[in-house]
């Protein structure tokens, strides 16, 4: 599995819903509450993260700020 990073375009913190634009660029990946992990995020923060599959797209997972 391949380490990406990038920065948080959009958060929701109440829904926990957003997306992360990849610094290799392509398209965003999404997020939610349980693959934010439990960190906080906001929009603009740098994150490293793991990507998954899902039948609604592909997901961050594992987040952690840098």
Same mark, same amino acid.
């Given at each position: 599995?391949?380490?990406?990073? #990038?920065?948080?375009? *959009?958060?929701? &913190? ?5 997306? !992360?634009?990849?610094?290799? @660029? ?11 992990? #439990?960190?906080?995020? *906001?929009?603009? &923060? ?5 990507? !998954?599959?899902?039948?609604? @797209? ?9």
């Amino acid at each position: 599995m391949q380490l990406f990073t #990038g920065w948080v375009k *959009s958060y929701d &913190q109440q829904t926990g819903l957003g997306s !992360i634009a990849l610094d290799s @660029g392509g398209d965003d990946v999404l997020v939610d509450l349980c693959s934010s992990d #439990g960190c906080l995020l *906001s929009e603009g &923060q740098k994150v490293q993260f793991w990507m !998954i599959h899902r039948p609604a @797209g592909i997901y961050a997972c594992d987040i952690q700020l840098i």
